[in-house]
């Protein structure tokens, strides 16, 4: 890519030069409010391209210091999203340990819980036993 741009300035410096060289006549130029005379008119076709890339070359200069500006602040911005999600990764792993931990106490609990439910429906069981058995009159002794 830098090659071609290369040929074609390279190929407009000279079709500029072929040009100056064939118009070479004496000219008065006149700017606001300066004013030349009898200036070759080679001499201002030169100054005029050289002053035409020379404007190009500051704009190109300008882009490219607003590019390399604009690259390094991205470079910024993706190093604090690469921490970011780093950081998203390992609260990420921390919350599953922490997820994984409670579901194992959560059934921990409830089989506790079973057996404790167990422990009550036996005891209320033997609860129910004893009441029948304090219904019943008491035995009588006939010795």
Known sequence: MLLAI??????????????????????????????IRDVSLAVVILGSAALGALAIGLFTVVREIGLKLSLRSCNVKLEDTVKQLEETKENSLFLEREV????????????????ERRLIEALEVELEATRAMEILPEPENDI
């Open 6 to 35: 290369a040929i074609v300035a390279l190929t407009f410096a000279v079709l500029v030069a072929m040009f100056a060289i064939q118009n070479s006549a004496l000219v008065s130029i006149s700017f606001f409010s300066w004013q």
């Open 100 to 115: 994984k931990r409670l579901r194992e106490e959560a059934i921990a609990k409830s089989k506790e819980l079973e057996t």
